[in-house]
Every structure is written in C-alpha cells, then in structure tokens.
C-alpha cells in the first residue's frame, strides 16, 4: 500500500546504527581524514561480523520471500537505512569496514558453495575501471587467458576501493576480445598472487579514510576454479547485463550514503543556528525567513525528497520490483543533492563552514564522490532518460 | 503498511478519476481556461465520485468510509493531471465538508453536513491568503474578537475560490493572538465578496478577494465551538494537498514534454535523441516523484495522526520550488510551441507560480 510513516522495525535499526555510527565513526573521522592511507586499527571492532551474507540460495521457480510481517522490512530497505547511518558517522570509514567491499557482494551473489568457502571470509575488493575504461565498462582492455589449469591475467586496474587492506580483488577481464561485453567475466585474484602488484594508492579530494589504489597485473596466474560465474562465452550478453543489474541495488547504497552525509551536514548547521539564536520550527512563512533559514529549509526538503527516492528503490528491489529507473533516479538525485546540500552548509555557516576545526568542509568533500562512483549523475540522466523516453541505446548515446 | 504501491482500493478510487480527467478535463482544460469558466455539469461528473463526501458518517450524507488523506492526495494529484483549475474546484466543497467533521462541534456536524452532502456539487470555500507581502498563513493580519456573545471579523482576503456562489465561507482570523477558523454564511453584514480577481494562472477557477467590516458571527459558528480547532492540522493538511496538486501538474507537463521529444523531428532526428534535451526529461521525471513523494509522506503522516508540520512544509516549499522549475523545463522543451496557448504547456507554467503560494486552498 502507498503508506511511507515508517515502520517501528526501521526505526529500531536506525537507532540502532546510528549509536554505532555516533560512538564508532564520528569520534574518528577527522583523524583519518587527516591520516590518510592509514588503516583505522578501531574498525577491527567490526571484523567477523558478516556483513555481505546471502540469502539461502533459491530452486528455480521458487518465489522470492516478501516480507510477511507488515511490521519487518527487507533486506534492501534494511540496508540503505544502516549506509545513511553510517555514512551519517562517517563515509570513508564505512567505505573501509572489514569484509565488506563491493568484490564481497559480488562473491556473495555468485559464487559457488566451493568459492564462497575459499573467499567467503575474506575482504574482497572490485577492480572494473582501467584508464581508458569508466563509465563505459564495457570497454575494458585487462585480458584473461586459460593456460592448463590457470587463468593468465594482465593488464591494469586504477580506483580500486580498499586496495591495500583488502585479502582479495575481484577483477573484471574479457577472455575474447572480439566477443565485446559477452566476454567480459570476473576472477579472484589473491594478494600475494605473483605477478599482481599492488603499484600506489591516490590522494583524493576527500573518503580519505578510504585507500584507493592502482594494481598491476603482470602475466599473473591464479587457479582455473577462480572465475566467478560461467567461463562460456555466449553470443549475447545477458552476463554483462546480469553483473550491470547488479547496480540496481548498489546505486541506492551510494544515494544512501549521499543521504547520509548530506543529513550531517544539516544536522551540524542546525546545531550551530540554534546556537546563534535561530530557531527552526517550520511554522513561518519562507518569505519572511531569513536567506539562510530558507536555504536550510530548501536543503532539507531535497534530502527527504533524496531518501524517500532511495527508500522506494531498496523497497521495490526487496519486492522483487524490477527498479532500473527508480534505482538510477535515486542515486541522480541523492549524488547531484548532497553535493549542492553539503556545499550550501558550508555556506550558510560561514567561517565553521571553513575550518578544519568543523566536519562541514569535510564533509563537502566527502560528498562529491557519491555524484561520480557506481555511475556518474551523467551515466544515471542517461539511464533514465532512455527508461522514460523507450529509446535504444544507439538512439540515446 | 510501509509500501509505495497503491492498493487495490487506491487504484481503482485513481482509475475512477483518470477517467473522468481523459474523458471532460484534459479534452477541454483550454477552453475552461480561455473561457474562464468550468461548466457546472463537469464538476457533477467528478462530484458524483465521491471524494469529497467519502469520509463522512452516513447519518450527515456522506459514505461512512475511513478517512484517508493519502487518498484524498491521489485524487488531487489525478485531477491536477488534467486540470489544476479543474483540481481546485471540483475537490473545494472539502476545504468546508473535512474541517467540520474532523474539527467540528455535533450541532456544526448536524447543520452544515447534510447540506454539504447533497446530490449536486456544492461550492463551500475557505479564506485564508491575504493580499499582502508578509502574509504568513500561521501569523494572520484578519482578526476575530468576542464581543457579547458573537464574534467580529475584520481583515482582508484574497484568493477565495468561489467565494461569490459559496453559501459558507471558512474565515482564517486570529483570535488573541492565535489563528482560528469561523464559518461566515453569504449575506452575513460586513461581509463584502469584491470582484472576481486576475491573477497569473487557474483563469478557469474564480476567485475573489473578500473584505470584512465588523462582520459579527453567532459564537456557535466559530469551529470547534467554544474550544476552537486545531488550525495547525487544517493548514498542514492545506499543504500537502497543494503538494499532491503540484505533482499532478508537473507530471502532465513532464509527459507532454517526453511526447513531444520523440515525435519533433529536426536535424533529421527526434530532439529526444540529444542529451540537451533527454536530461531535462530525465529531471523532470524523477523530480516530479520526488513531488509526489514527499506529499504522500505528508498525506501520511497526517493519515497516521501525528503532527505534520515539519512533513507538510518541506512538501510544499519544495513542491513550489520545483513545479516551477518543472514547468518552466516543460515549455522550454516545446520551443515556441511551448509558449503559444494552442498547447497546454504555457498554462502550467503560469499554474505552477502559486504553488508556493497559495495556502488553504484544497486539503487533504
């Protein structure tokens, strides 16, 4: 039913998370933003905890489980609430938890009883983006090449998340050249692999807690057995197709993030206005508000309007909903919104909006990220685009 | 329940409107607005639906059926989807019918009900804008003092839907200090209906400024009786309607838009295929459910009992904010075509300026 108070099963896992967030995160943010490419020892608090599980696998034909209890919600809706917690604490440190890295969902959706014994426990990173390939993934040049019993990896990898912490890399390379994105699958790749090395880490604009890193892979040799999915080249490419779909559930995570982040932003200006003696009550008139008590208001309108789209995604996805479009529109919105809300609470608090003695210049930083990675709000226009007007890829480019 | 489909129930009350928006409203939204008028017999087609009497007891006429705001937010959005005038107009008798039976005193319930629930539409109105820069809906300049068993009106209002035919007028005025609704009968002295007002858009729906001079009113005739109403709840609930409004006019406006792009051929290609243009659609698209969202989780909010005030603002400065840009966007993508009346592009854009605005209009 079109009902959106929400349920006292979300609110319980709020709260919940947002003390995690509030004694875990916060206290630890601005030391790592500084202590860059230094791993947070405190995030070993959340080790062994799993956090990229997977439902029992399903037989064919079997329906998926809808949440039955009106009071309960589902994983999906579960999950974007706990990141805009998290990320509420901070970004970069959520990025960097134990065991919880994009390569983790992927072996947690794909791989075999067998991989997920080798892999399961390990801190999986994603290596997709080369420098010549990004938002067009289909383009990647790493190549993988059968050899007896071992896959012969080589190319180069950049912008890899957790790249020095990480056990293990899920890297995507194409076993046929010719055959496009029908060629493209996925191998875990081990540290301590030879040939895969580890060549620097970046310095970015902010999710500096976060390691970012370029790795090389250099007639690199791992087992037959560590190919996730299908090794068969098929004439079309539904197997791209199903690894794309995999963003339909991770883009309302980062438009979660972006909600989260954005929400400190305000939570921290509104701190600082009531100091001042300015009171947000939602009762005047915006026309006789002050300029910034308006913009405030502004700014948090676009984040609930940020969230509910983000929550409709994850809902839909938790319905078994096919939410291409609301998953795209979602991170749209929430990447281009919580760049502009974090920019504007800067703004309206003036020198706090400067200093590094406050978060908010960090956390303006921190946000413009979630506009670029798992798709840029050009990819997601893009996307939307074609969904809502029907047209092809070739008709929309 | 937590969701975001619409139920049986709200698909069927949405289809039941649809149809009446495809068959009277969107094929003669231009002429009523050309005109300037909505012929009497396409309010009774909308009235014969029902909403407005819907959450009203069987024993004052009405249906009996649970109250939903977030029903009531559905239809507006439908209606607004065809017409914003048409909106306007066809849902006004529950600006008067939802107050009264949510607010009212029995004997209120009793006398004015049954005549409000009839079988033909019935044009109640309520009066809450005022003609000046600082009006604020929660701050009012119009007063109300009690004076020797009756109260005594004064202050100025502007855009009162049909305030010239309504037989009763819901007055915003505050008493020591504190706003409050009184029901105002046509013909009371001192009430005084000025000319139908020009304004930028809804030319279809007619509206007037009132002014009132010492106007006295029976006490019983102030809502809620001796103890008042909760007149928060009446404006939070303005608002999210005027959201739900917002978003029906945006949608229309962003569907026109995505129609146009594929069949307007120039440089030997839809203008769809541009970015220029597709990014707009696609902002339109997903801005126009952010519209809708945010009014449902208002309509919500109120739907569950709790205060709304936080909710019911947000929805509606954002709802003004960006039907305004929506539209704008709407027009842009037809060209010149967008500016020529022939297309109902112009008119939502004019529509679209009182979102931010207009307070008490329409309610969920």
């Known amino acids: 039913?079109?009902?959106?108070?929400?349920?006292?099963?979300?609110?319980?896992?709020?709260?919940?998370?947002?003390?995690?967030?509030?004694?875990?995160?916060?206290?630890?943010?601005?030391?790592?933003?500084?202590?860059?490419?230094?791993?947070?020892?405190?995030?070993?608090?959340?080790?062994?905890?799993?956090?990229?599980?997977?439902?029992?696998?399903?037989?064919?034909?079997?329906?998926?489980?809808?949440?039955?209890?009106?009071?309960?919600?589902?994983?999906?809706?579960?999950?974007?609430?706990?990141?805009?917690?998290?990320?509420?604490?901070?970004?970069?440190?959520?990025?960097?938890?134990?065991?919880?890295?994009?390569?983790?969902?992927?072996?947690?959706?794909?791989?075999?009883?067998?991989?997920?014994?080798?892999?399961?426990?390990?801190?999986?990173?994603?290596?997709?983006?080369?420098?010549?390939?990004?938002?067009?993934?289909?383009?990647?040049?790493?190549?993988?090449?059968?050899?007896?019993?071992?896959?012969?990896?080589?190319?180069?990898?950049?912008?890899?998340?957790?790249?020095?912490?990480?056990?293990?890399?899920?890297?995507?390379?194409?076993?046929?050249?010719?055959a496009g994105k029908a060629g493209i699958k996925s191998f875990v790749v081990e540290k301590g692999t030879p040939g895969f090395t580890l060549d620097h880490l970046e310095h970015k604009l902010g999710i500096r807690a976060s390691d970012t890193g370029t790795f090389v892979l250099n007639n690199c040799r791992i087992p037959k057995e560590n190919i996730l999915g299908s090794p068969e080249v098929k004439q079309t490419t539904e197997g791209f197709k199903g690894v794309m779909k995999t963003f339909d559930n991770t883009r309302p995570m980062v438009a979660a993030m972006a909600v989260g982040v954005a929400r400190a932003s305000l939570d921290l200006t509104r701190e600082k206005l009531e100091q001042a003696g300015e009171k947000l009550d939602y009762t005047k008139s915006p026309n006789n508000c002050s300029a910034r008590q308006k913009d405030y208001y502004m700014a948090e309108a676009t984040l609930e309007a940020m969230r509910l789209l983000t929550w409709r995604a994850a809902w839909m996805a938790d319905n078994s909903d096919f939410n291409n479009l609301e998953a795209s529109m979602s991170k749209a919105k929430a990447g281009r919104g919580g760049t502009l809300i974090t920019q504007k609470c800067a703004e309206i608090l003036g020198p706090l909006g400067i200093t590094t003695k406050e978060l908010a210049e960090k956390w303006m930083r921190d946000s413009k990220i979630l506009d670029i990675f798992e798709g840029t709000g050009q990819i997601q226009h893009l996307i939307i685009a074609r969904n809502v007007l029907k047209l092809s890829r070739s008709q929309l480019q | 329940m937590f969701g975001f489909s619409l139920t049986k129930e709200q698909k069927m009350v949405k289809a039941s409107f649809a149809e009446v928006v495809r068959d009277i409203v969107a094929p003669n939204a231009h002429d009523m607005d050309e005109n300037r008028e909505i012929p009497a017999d396409y309010l009774e087609k909308a009235w014969e639906l029902?909403?407005?009497?819907?959450?009203?007891?069987?024993?004052?006429?009405?249906?009996?059926?649970?109250?939903?705001?977030?029903?009531?937010?559905?239809?507006?959005?439908?209606?607004?989807?065809?017409?914003?005038?048409?909106?306007?107009?066809?849902?006004?008798?529950?600006?008067?019918?939802?107050?009264?039976?949510?607010?009212?005193?029995?004997?209120?319930?009793?006398?004015?009900?049954?005549?409000?629930?009839?079988?033909?539409?019935?044009?109640?109105?309520?009066?809450?804008?005022?003609?000046?820069?600082?009006?604020?809906?929660?701050?009012?300049?119009?007063?109300?003092?009690?004076?020797?068993?009756?109260?005594?009106?004064?202050?100025?209002?502007?855009?009162?839907?049909?305030?010239?035919?309504?037989?009763?007028?819901?007055?915003?005025?505050?008493?020591?200090?504190?706003?409050?609704?009184?029901?105002?009968?046509?013909?009371?002295?001192?009430?005084?209906?000025?000319?139908?007002?020009?304004?930028?858009?809804?030319?279809?729906?007619?509206?007037?400024?009132?002014?009132?001079?010492?106007?006295?009113?029976?006490?019983?005739?102030?809502?809620?009786?001796?103890?008042?109403?909760?007149?928060?709840?009446?404006?939070?609930?303005?608002?999210?309607?005027?959201?739900?409004?917002?978003?029906?006019?945006?949608?229309?406006?962003?569907?026109?838009?995505?129609?146009?792009?594929?069949?307007?051929?120039?440089?030997?290609?839809?203008?769809?295929?541009?970015?220029?243009?597709?990014?707009?659609?696609?902002?339109?698209?997903?801005?126009?459910?952010?519209?809708?969202?945010?009014?449902?989780?208002?309509?919500?909010?109120?739907?569950?009992?709790?205060?709304?005030?936080r909710d019911a603002y947000l929805a509606k400065i954002y709802a003004g904010e960006t039907a305004m840009k929506v539209c704008d966007y709407g027009v842009q993508v037809l060209g010149g075509h967008g500016y020529i009346r022939d297309y109902p592009q112009e008119r939502r854009y004019r529509n679209a300026r009182g979102v931010a605005t207009w307070e008490g209009i329409a309610t969920v």
């Open chain 1, 1 to 178: 039913m079109a009902f959106l108070e929400p349920p006292p099963d979300l609110i319980k896992v709020r709260e919940g998370m947002h003390n995690v967030s509030a004694s875990m995160l916060r206290p630890i943010a601005r030391k790592y933003d500084e202590a860059e490419h230094a791993y947070p020892n405190e995030l070993d608090a959340f080790r062994g905890i799993q956090v990229m599980g997977r439902a029992k696998k399903k037989k064919d034909g079997e329906k998926k489980d809808k949440p039955k209890d009106p009071g309960k919600i589902g994983q999906n809706l579960g999950t974007v609430v706990t990141v805009e917690e998290m990320c509420w604490g901070d970004c970069g440190l959520m990025l960097s938890i134990p065991n919880a890295g994009l390569g983790n969902a992927a072996i947690a959706a794909v791989a075999t009883d067998e991989q997920l014994e080798r892999f399961g426990k390990k801190w999986a990173a994603m290596a997709i983006t080369e420098a010549e390939s990004g938002s067009d993934a289909g383009s990647i040049s790493t190549t993988a090449d059968l050899d007896g019993d071992s896959w012969v990896l080589n190319g180069e990898k950049i912008f890899v998340t957790c790249a020095d912490r990480c056990d293990c890399v899920v890297v995507w390379a194409t076993v046929d050249k010719e």
């Open chain 2, 50 to 309: 029902g909403a407005c009497v819907a959450a009203v007891p069987g024993e004052f006429g009405g249906d009996g059926m649970e109250y939903s705001p977030m029903l009531n937010a559905i239809v507006l959005e439908e209606l607004a989807a065809g017409d914003m005038a048409f909106a306007v107009a066809a849902m006004l008798p529950s600006i008067f019918i939802n107050p009264i039976l949510e607010m009212g005193t029995d004997s209120q319930k009793k006398k004015y009900l049954p005549a409000s629930c009839g079988e033909k539409y019935q044009p109640s109105t309520a009066a809450v804008c005022e003609p000046r820069l600082d009006f604020d809906a929660m701050s009012l300049a119009a007063t109300a003092t009690k004076k020797n068993g009756s109260y005594i009106l004064n202050g100025a209002k502007c855009f009162v839907p049909k305030a010239a035919s309504a037989p009763n007028i819901l007055v915003a005025a505050q008493l020591d200090g504190k706003p409050q609704l009184f029901i105002v009968k046509a013909g009371t002295p001192g009430l005084e209906v000025g000319q139908r007002e020009k304004n930028i858009g809804l030319y279809a729906l007619d509206t007037h400024e009132i002014t009132l001079k010492d106007c006295q009113i029976p006490a019983e005739d102030r809502l809620g009786g001796e103890e008042g109403c909760d007149y928060a709840r009446f404006i939070q609930k303005g608002r999210a309607a005027v959201a739900a409004l917002a978003a029906g006019e945006c949608r229309a406006s962003f569907e026109q838009a995505r129609d146009y792009a594929k069949k307007r051929v120039q440089f030997g290609e839809p203008i769809a295929y541009r970015q220029s243009v597709a990014f707009m659609i696609a902002e339109m698209a997903y801005e126009v459910d952010c519209i809708r969202l945010l009014a449902w989780k208002a309509a919500s909010a109120l739907e569950a009992g709790r205060d709304a005030t």
